[in-house]
């Protein structure tokens, strides 16, 4: 029986997509529920699995075209293509043609098709469970991609990997005579995160106040209480939550940080919904801590360390990724020690926290050691001025500081 895959309902606002990923061939078995193909829109990945046991006849649109909401993009037999789940154990070997070692572009194709931002989720999944590098696994897909069966087979096979080339008894480096270029087309999300920040650039009046917070008391709350906070709320206690309680705090006392400008209003919002920055394989997503004013330190890390998970498996939510009132984005966990982040538009501020480190402070007179942290806050000049700015930056700092206070409400 002949079925038409179609692209998925979009969600509200996206007007089209792109075909990401194929992950089978025309007439290669395939089982029910099985990811077909990649869709990427501006926010999210969606996956097109098939609807029964069968093959593609016949593929109709190729990765990179831009598609629309129900329209037909491949050909489905059901039934067809032998018998699916045999057709899963056959090694990998057996159902594609490995790309020929001899032939320089597709050993191209091939390590280019490994990057991170063009592995389909499961793949990712797979390497991260189980840390691997993905440049060490033989690829045996389309244009020399790294599948699924790919993956499994090596580690079956022990994650053995080529033997490593000989070493030059040089140590400086060797020159191949070439110099190479690789171009890759951004992905939807890439281009929405430039146009985004642009956008913030041109439209908002930026300024960014720093200050520095002595981490000490956190620090020391933490490792008294992390392995029993884990062992109650079955997640790890993070410095996060208490930037996220302290965020809300702050906000209360300065609510102009927490409003935004729409066209010639301000709209102050009488909720705290705090978007967290998180890194995945296509680029920064903001997912967003709905009621954070509600939520305990555990709800936060749970639902953090969900983002982040879902970020990495590209199964992050429209829902998840729109509103927000303020962000928070930690550059320090990539070692960043002072940076200006950039607003999410229609938001008027972002807190940049920055990696921690030890350093001489003058405390009481006395020269002491202390786990130091810079932090910055990014605001639109419009609408917030330099005395609530500073104010709220100071007010996050006392909180940290003293973190009893967070717990107190006072």
Known sequence: MAIEIKVPVLPESVADATIATWHVKPGEAVSRDQNLVDIETDKVVLEVVAPEDGAIS?????EGDTVLQEEAIAKFEAGAGGDASAASDDSSEEKKEAPKSDDKAADNSAESSKDSDVLSPAVRRLVAEHNLNPN?????GKSGRLTKEDVEKFIKDGGK???PAAKS????PVSTGLREEKRVPMTRLRKMIAT???????NAALLTTFNDINMKEVVELRARYKEQFEKTHGTRLGFMSFFVKATVEALKRFPAVNASIDGDDIVYHGYYDIGVAVSSPRGLVVPVLRDADTMSLADIEAKIREFGQKARDNKLTVEEMTGGTFTISNGGVFGSLMATPIINPPQSGILGMNRMEDRPVVIDGEIVIRPMMNVALSYDHRIIDGRESVGFLKTI??????????LLDV
């Open 58 to 62: 016949e593929i109709l649109k190729d």
């Open 136 to 140: 060490d696994i033989p690829a045996t």
């Open 161 to 163: 990997k080529s033997a």
């Open 169 to 172: 008894t040089s140590d400086a």
């Open 196 to 202: 985004r920040l642009v956008e913030a650039q041109h």
């Open 397 to 406: 700092k006392e909180f940290i500081e003293d973190p009893a206070r967070i």
